[in-house]
């Protein structure tokens, strides 16, 4: 049941079916529609690459060793390249969409066995309905989420093993899932399983079980996976730059790598960034207005250890200014069990904030019923012929759910929920096709198309600079089962190339003339 409303059990677990199965349908719906944009092209061709090397240790990127993320990521990715499809859109971020199931399915497991089974709903439907993920991160073949899910792992390992007193199981998971977040991120990890570790044992007065042989055993299961792997990249490739490189990524975003105004500025604004994405469930907060608010907090175990694990793994990342919200999505499942547990105190509070809870939801709902009604008005493309008739059914269904929410405070939280859920819905049905129809990232696989079609299956460079569209790239790294690679000279046997037109001072054919980031490219032969 996702809220204490009367009525029978059955009833109960038919709403929280529904719920989940909404969520399924709002997440998967034209999930592969868009073209690939932003990083999701660079994780897909180191992948290709890695496939076509035959060599899954080292990572390359147009042929040129990639040193600024490990390979387990794109070890995923090369793994759901294997469903029917390849490295089609839908299989590359299907990863990132049963991580954040992954993570929901873990908070529910958590809060049922420690709290209850409401608490488990509530928590895994908030972490589902967080606007930042929902509505953007979940769409991307992106590497944040799914090592959320293994950050979030250890977190939930640490908590349950300590409190099954099971120390060996404890420390062989959160160092073995820390070992893979290295893998998949770098050095970060390092930062989330010490740190967590380290607060959680002085806060339980249990330091000495740093000592003990269980922890040396999760630190030597740590030290030989990432130490047997950079073993064998060290076989094959040059280790010291490796290093060097996830080093500098890390001591970028600290306050010497940004100055000091950058880091006022990021100090004001990160918390209410984090607000903001945490949305619509951060509204939950009023019901953490109350005066015993610390009794309430400490009087539940699993509530201490989710405030302070979050709040203690935000701080680095709410000092450093480079640092960006994406980078502790692992930390809202957490935030999201504290504010649950506030939520299922209301009946002890005095009634105003259940009063403004219900109140504001169901303003917010009959307010986007009412814009819905407006959609149909707007000028939109001619393959939205549903929207004369689809825009009123979905404002009837806010309306409902506003009206719902006006009359029963209890149901309110299942309202917001389950609106949010059809406002995803909404995001694939209008959002993700304008993007496939109309957007920089379609036109550059259209360009791609276009030099598949004058170079075929002929040899092909980019030559001197990368500075190039890895969105082209990556799609004519798929149509032609052969990855594009950087070259710094010519080759002696024909071949195709791109090159920069400002660096081209040498006599050339040119084939095809485009623009990407203000520069004039040139497909062109020697």
């Not at 999930?31 to 080292?58: D, V």
């Not at 660096?503 to 032969?525: A, W």
């Amino acid at each position: 049941m996702l809220s204490p409303t009367p009525g029978s059990p059955r009833g109960k677990n038919l709403t929280a079916y529904f719920i989940f199965l909404l969520f399924v349908l709002a997440y998967l719906l034209n999930l592969g529609l868009q073209p690939l944009f932003l990083e999701e092209p660079r994780r897909t061709l180191i992948a290709i690459e890695m496939l076509h090397n035959k060599n899954l240790w080292i990572p390359t990127e147009l042929g040129v060793y990639y040193f600024k993320k490990p390979p387990f990521f794109n070890w995923v990715l090369v793994l759901f390249a294997q469903l029917p499809g390849g490295f089609s859109e839908f299989n590359l971020r299907l990863p990132t969409v049963l991580s954040t199931f992954g993570i929901a399915g873990i908070l529910y497991a958590l809060g049922r066995k420690y709290i209850s089974t409401p608490f488990a709903q509530v928590s895994a439907w908030l972490f589902l309905s967080c606007g930042a993920i929902l509505f953007y991160f979940s769409t991307l073949a992106e590497i944040d989420l799914f090592y959320s899910l293994i950050t979030f792992a250890a977190f939930a390992s640490l908590f349950h093993f300590y409190q099954q007193r099971q120390f060996f199981l404890l420390f062989t998971a959160v160092y073995l899932l820390g070992a893979i977040g290295t893998l998949t991120k770098g050095l970060p990890s390092v930062v989330f399983t010490g740190w967590s570790v380290l607060v959680y044992l002085v806060v339980q007065k249990d330091w000495r079980r740093l000592f003990s042989p269980a922890h040396f055993t999760g630190i030597g299961v740590y030290v030989i996976v990432v130490g047997g792997y950079l073993w064998l990249y060290a076989s094959q490739a040059p280790i010291g730059y490796l290093l060097e490189t996830i080093w500098g990524e890390n001591s970028d975003r600290t306050v010497a790598g940004n100055g000091f105004l950058k880091t006022i500025g990021h100090l004001l604004t990160f918390p209410l960034d984090l607000l903001k994405d945490l949305a619509p469930g951060a509204l939950l907060l009023v019901f953490a207005l109350r005066k015993d608010v610390l009794s309430q907090i400490k009087q539940q175990p699993l509530i201490h250890f989710a405030l302070l694990i979050g709040l203690a793994n935000l701080l680095p990342y709410w000092l450093s200014p480079g640092a960006k919200l994406r980078y502790v999505y692992m930390l809202y499942p957490l935030f999201f069990m504290v504010l649950t547990w506030f939520w299922l105190q209301r009946d002890t509070l005095p009634g105003w904030q259940d009063q403004f809870f219900r109140k504001l939801v169901s303003g917010l709902l009959a307010l986007l019923s009412l814009a819905l009604l407006l959609l149909p008005f707007l000028p939109l493309p001619l393959h939205f012929a549903w929207i004369p008739w689809g825009a009123p059914l979905f404002a009837m269904a806010f309306a409902a759910l506003s009206r719902q929410a006006w009359t029963r405070p209890a149901f309110a939280l299942s309202a917001l929920i389950i609106g949010t859920a059809i406002g995803r819905l909404l995001f694939d049905l209008i959002v993700l096709p304008l993007r496939a129809t109309d957007s920089a990232a379609l036109e550059e696989k259209q360009l791609a198309a276009q030099i598949h079609e004058i170079v075929g299956p002929e040899p092909l460079y980019v030559w001197q600079s990368e500075r190039i569209s890895f969105t082209t790239i990556v799609y004519l790294d798929k149509w032609r089962e052969q990855p594009v690679h950087l070259t710094p000279d010519f080759k002696e046997f024909p071949a195709y190339y791109f090159g920069c037109l400002e660096d081209m001072d040498f006599p050339y054919r040119e084939l095809l003339r485009f623009e990407y980031n203000d520069d004039t490219f040139l497909l062109f032969q020697r």
